[in-house]
């Protein structure tokens, strides 16, 4: 008797642990950043979502664009605008990737973990292979995830050809990344 419960309950932990393999975060801050000689500009956005498998390592980020808010108006315009991200047409910016060194990040125990993201970024409807460092904190149980990386706007065809606006944007933009599972 006492063994078959012993079964049970062995059974049941590793059922759950199975399905804590994957973490969702609805708590993912993006945040850009560019520096011109004409402005700094930022902007952050609290809206996205992600996903994380700690067994396989896929990992998913679904970023609405139209979310982002700026310091300034203008800038938000010009961000939305055709001209520009077009986010009526893109509304989302995707990352769809891997962590390829997954067995490097002990989920289990606290710390601090480095670790290499492969995957394809889709922004602007144009998706480009990307491979970035990201760091995992792990502390009790939680699951801590940042990264800062740079991305040319032109490799997404987003530019400003013509106008003021393309002499106030620099070519490549900061992306910090900071997500709690």
């Not at 850009?32 to 396989?56: L, M, Q, R, W, Y």
């Not at 055709?82 to 509304?91: D, G, I, R, S």
């Not at 989302?92 to 970024?121: C, D, H, M, Q």
């Not at 792990?138 to 106008?163: H, M, P, R």
């Amino acid at each position: 008797m006492k063994k078959s419960f012993l079964t049970i309950v062995a059974v049941i932990a590793i059922s759950l642990t199975s399905f804590a393999q994957k973490q969702v975060s609805t708590n993912t801050h993006l945040k850009f950043f560019s520096s011109t000689p004409a402005e700094d500009i930022e902007a952050n956005n609290f809206k996205a979502v992600s996903t994380i498998d700690t067994n396989a390592g896929n990992i998913v980020f679904s970023v609405p664009m139209q979310s982002f808010e700026f310091e300034k108006s203008l800038m938000q315009k010009h961000f939305n605008s055709e001209k520009f991200l077009n986010t009526k047409a893109n509304p989302k910016a995707k990352l769809i990737g891997k962590v390829v060194n997954i067995e490097a990040v002990k989920f289990s125990k606290n710390g601090t973990y480095t670790a290499k993201v492969e995957g394809s970024l889709t922004i602007n409807g144009v998706s480009k292979p990307i491979t970035e460092n990201v760091k995992f904190t792990i502390t009790e149980g939680k699951i801590n995830l940042t990264s800062k990386f740079n991305i040319t706007l032109a490799d997404y065809e987003v530019a400003f050809e013509k106008g003021k606006p393309s002499t106030n944007i620099a070519k490549t933009v900061e992306v910090t990344v900071e997500a709690n599972y």
